[in-house]
């Protein structure tokens, strides 16, 4: 199913951050895509499952937060899961492309992706 | 009970709340009055995930002196031909000076978060200026105030309840004489507490501006943007009938297709409003001194951000000498990162070259950066282990106070060193 992906802060992104990045709780409230209920039972999702996620910048696994964003559209806080999908191709102003991207989203059993997950693909 | 320290200001976010309380027991903070929940927990855990002072070895982080770790910072920075240091924004002002002091001496490129936020705000005020005031006018004074692609209900929470929405200003009281507009791409918190909810397609920002500079001289339109075509003829309306009106705007405008002329257009649609009633402008900023970074480096270089010293004096050009272009490309051979995560908040394709290059990362906390890091020299919080000038989101600088002593040696006594190592004194 193909959705326009938005990225930006959420107050529990920001305390979570605060909290520290490399902790559990950051990891339960950033490395998740809120989805609108309609495009839920499009999917075939409830929440909590996982969806895998893709652009044409890179893939990754969250789980599904119910509502909070706009049918045909999904929201991911701003943070290293985001950070997979988003475009580094700033056109010239220097502003990479965070917001407005389309993204190809399914069901999947696999598991959400890790903090170590995309350290490895960093190679660090 | 401990001592209490009134009237602190906060350094998570632009708005720079100064009204905080804070009470530290044993060299701790053990409350805090005042603070949003972002802002609580900064000051609760600031002993919490602290970075130590490493150096990689065979692959490995390992603990090192902090001696140890500034001179291994000094070198990298003195073996690189073309060095980019990035962030400057979650410090204070003498630090980022500091910074540009560096910047300048290693010939390297210097760029702040701020080109991954409102950079296309600062390039389209170039262009066409900006009509702008202070929070406390906008509290004092305005009757309608616009919130645009942005959600302070989420990023800057205390806004609505300081500057914009809720307070009693002098000549506004209160909400029920406020008309507040939200326009966004999605429902948020913030449209819960706007009188006018105006959804706009994604990526369309621009053509309902335009459409907005339109009605407003005159002509009709209509439907723009998803935006019936009367929505936009009432919206007008009142932005022509307030007696003092202001747009906030966020990342739904710099993030979206268009970025800087979706700025151009709310810039020029303000200075139109101008001919029928005070109206202005602001960026919501994020980092509690990203504005201070664009003061400090135009007061050194004559440019706000993506600078560049190879030359031996000062280039400005975002897209060249931005972060993200410079990593995206492979071009820089070394990287110091200060007050910033680009780990955590950059596209992971311009990362990736952070985890190729000696990386020198200085930040009190373990960031994502400092993970991938060649060397991590933990440093004091600024704002809460340290004191220092920040800039708030309108222009106005602030002091920020220290309220706990540090383990570690602030933003400025690091620079200090390595500048001092390099220099050779």
Known sequence: ?124 | MGEVYKNVVCPFCGCLCDDLEVVVENGKVVSTKNACPISKTKFLDHSKDRAKPQVRKDGKLIEVSMEEAINKAAQILKESEFPLIYGLSSTESDAQRLAVELAEFIGGSIDSTASTCHGPTIVAAQGCGAVKCTLGEVKNRADLVIFWGCNPAEAHIRHSVRYSVTPQGMYVRGKKERFIVHVDVRETRTSRMADMFVKVEPGKDYELLSALRAVIKGYEVGDVAGVPAEMIKQLAERMKGCRFGIIFFGMGLTMSSGKHMNIDAALRLVRDLNDHTKFTITPMRGHFNVAGAGEVLTWITGYPFAVNFSRGYPNYNPGEFSAVDLLFRGECDAALILASDPVAHFPIGASQHLAKIPTVVIDPKVSLTSLIAEVVIPCAIAGIESEGTAYRMDGVPLRLRKVVDSPYPTDREILEGILRRMKGC
């Open chain 1, 1 to 124: 199913m193909r959705l326009l992906l938005n990225t930006g802060r959420t107050v529990d992104q920001g305390v979570s951050m605060e909290r520290g990045k490399t902790s559990s709780e950051y990891f339960e409230k950033v490395a998740v895509a809120f989805i609108h209920p309609d495009d839920m039972k499009e999917l075939g999702i409830d929440e909590g499952d996982a969806v895998r996620i893709e652009t044409d910048f890179g893939s990754t696994v969250l789980k599904c937060v119910k509502g909070g964003t706009e049918k045909g559209t999904i929201f991911v806080p701003m943070g290293p899961w985001a950070n997979v999908l988003t475009g580094p191709n700033t056109e010239g102003s220097g502003m990479p492309s965070l917001k407005g991207l389309t993204a190809e989203i399914s069901g999947t059993k696999e598991k959400v992706t890790t903090l170590d997950d995309i350290l490895r693909m960093l190679g660090g």
